[in-house]
């Protein structure tokens, strides 16, 4: 069966945001009164996989290994079934 992941990926609560930050600045500047701005990246992922929990299994573990870095950023995993 084939499976694709939308993974996005936030800073924690605390952790700085110069991406964020900037922008918010920028903004600022072309005159817009913006509060606070939080940037995240989303990946999308498709996989073969012989259930849906086994695809959330494998893209729980990509995003420990290699996509997120789960001690200064959250993660979530949206999966949908291909057809």
Do not use: F, R, W
Request: proline content about 2%; overall charge negative; charged content about 25%.
């Amino acid at each position: 069966m084939q499976y694709q992941a939308t993974v996005t990926i936030k800073q924690k609560a605390g952790m700085l945001d110069p991406e964020g930050t900037t922008a918010k600045k920028a903004l600022g500047h072309l005159g817009y009164a913006v509060e606070s701005i939080k940037t995240a990246k989303l990946y999308e992922i498709v996989l073969e996989a012989k259930s849906a929990e086994v695809a959330e299994q494998k893209v729980d573990e990509m995003c420990q290994k290699l996509i997120a870095n789960p001690i200064v950023q959250n993660y979530t995993i949206e999966l949908k079934e291909l057809n």
